[in-house]
C-alpha cells in the first residue's frame, strides 16, 4: 500500500471511531481481495472500503470502484465472516471517500453502498 492509501485509511478510521465506531481489522485480505477496514456499528459488522484522490482529478473516489472490486470485497467479506464463525452476524459495506490532502481534505462517509 502507498502512503496515500495509508493516510486514508489512518483519517477514515479515526472519523468512523470518532462516530462511534468500534476496529476490528485493517487490510484484512486473502487469494480472492482485500478489505480496507472492518469495524462494528452496534451489533452489525461494516466492511469499508476507502479511496482517496486529489481535489484536482475530474471523478469522485466513488468512480473507481468497478462492478468486479465490489464483487471481490464481497467474497472477502464472506471469507471474514466463515473463518470467524460469524454466519448469522449482521453486516453491511460502506465507502469512505477522501479529496484532498493530509492537510486539507473533504471526508464523505456513504452507509450501505453496495
Given at each position: ?7 486514508a ?6 472519523y ?12 484484512f485480505?486473502?487469494k ?12 452489525t459488522?461494516?466492511f469499508?472500503?476507502v479511496r482517496?484522490?486529489?481535489r484536482?482529478d ?11 472490486k465490489v464483487k471481490?470485497i464481497?467474497k472477502?467479506a464472506?471469507?471474514f465472516?466463515?473463518?470467524?464463525k ?7 459495506f460502506?465507502f469512505i471517500?477522501?479529496q484532498?490532502?493530509p492537510?486539507d481534505y473533504?471526508i464523505?462517509?456513504?452507509k450501505?453502498?453496495?
Amino acid at each position: 500500500m502507498n502512503d496515500k492509501g495509508q493516510w486514508a485509511e489512518k483519517i477514515a478510521g479515526e472519523y468512523l471511531e470518532k462516530s462511534g465506531y468500534s476496529p476490528l481489522l485493517c487490510n484484512f485480505s486473502w487469494k480472492y481481495g482485500e478489505i480496507d477496514l472492518i469495524m462494528k456499528d452496534k451489533d452489525t459488522i461494516v466492511f469499508i472500503e476507502v479511496r482517496s484522490l486529489s481535489r484536482e482529478d475530474n471523478i469522485h473516489p466513488s468512480e473507481t470502484i468497478t462492478k468486479n472490486k465490489v464483487k471481490r470485497i464481497k467474497k472477502t467479506a464472506e471469507f471474514f465472516l466463515h473463518k470467524n464463525k460469524l454466519h448469522e452476524a449482521f453486516c453491511r459495506f460502506d465507502f469512505i471517500s477522501l479529496q484532498g490532502t493530509p492537510e486539507d481534505y473533504i471526508i464523505e462517509h456513504i452507509k450501505d453502498a453496495f
